[in-house]
T-cell receptor, first 110, second 115 residues
Framework: GQNIDQPTEMTATEGAIVQINCTYQ??????LFWYQQHAGEAPTFLSY??LDGLEEKGRFSSFLSRSKGYSYLLLKELQMKDSASYLC???????????WGAGTKLIIKP | GAGVSQSPRYKVAKRGQDVALRCDPI?????LFWYQQALGQGPEFLTY????????KSGLPSDRFFAERPEGSVSTLKIQRTQQEDSAVYLC?????????????FGPGTRLLVL
């Protein structure tokens, strides 16, 4: 079956660093995506990994290990506006369909 | 506008009523997706269009759900004889396709409440 696992909720402090993990078991793999979704809003694209390793984009970095079926999203210098849900999604063998995790709700405290 | 737009933003329907949800994708985007998102969950795939062709409708939950994109641009998701379990946010997303197909741009969604 297809399965994407990520923690339901995490709490972190403003200015700190947080790592959100995602593990996946899918019938195929054609890339892993991270999206950010603020409450009541649409998901917005953050990052894309298709090869193993770390992709850095400003305060956000995403890591992928295909052999372990594992990814993480690293957020540095947390700001209050980073409070949102972070969704992990895997593109399967169809090459167009994204299999989505339920999202990790990140709460930032002052 | 440059983004994906959806209308209406909110819809309250009585059980048994038919509804139509509209999506205007980003101009030039060949790929269009419809998703259903329940509270606290990730989006669930409903259907996928490449231009005007509906290539995958495997996620549509029942034959009450129907989607079209007749001219390869605007798309409509129609739900007939709505049921309470249809209450959810319906998201539309578009992408350039090809290698960029996974980079999807989402509209604000239509929140459907069936009473």
């Amino acid at each position: 079956g297809q399965n994407i696992d990520q923690p339901t909720e995490m709490t972190a402090t403003e200015g700190a660093i947080v790592q959100i993990n995602c593990t996946y078991q899918t019938s195929g793999f054609n890339g892993l995506f991270w999206y950010q979704q603020h409450a009541g809003e649409a998901p917005t694209f953050l990052s894309y990994n298709v090869l193993d390793g770390l992709e850095e984009k400003g305060r956000f970095s995403s890591f992928l290990s295909r052999s372990k079926g594992y990814s993480y999203l690293l957020l540095k210098e947390l700001q209050m506006k980073d409070s949102a849900s972070y969704l992990c999604a895997v593109r399967d063998r169809s090459n167009y369909q994204l299999i989505w995790g339920a999202g990790t709700k990140l709460i930032i405290k002052p | 506008g440059a983004g994906v737009s959806q209308s209406p933003r909110y819809k309250v329907a009585k059980r048994g009523q038919d509804v139509a949800l509209r999506c205007d994708p980003i101009s030039g985007h060949v790929s269009l997706f419809w998703y259903q998102q329940a509270l606290g969950q990730g989006p669930e795939f409903l259907t996928y269009f490449q231009n005007e062709a509906q290539l995958d409708k495997s996620g549509l939950p029942s034959d009450r759900f129907f989607a079209e994109r007749p001219e390869g641009s605007v798309s409509t998701l129609k739900i007939q004889r709505t049921q309470q379990e249809d209450s959810a946010v319906y998201l539309c997303a578009s992408s350039r396709g090809g290698q960029e197909i996974g980079t999807q741009y989402f509209g604000p969604g239509t929140r459907l409440l069936v009473l």
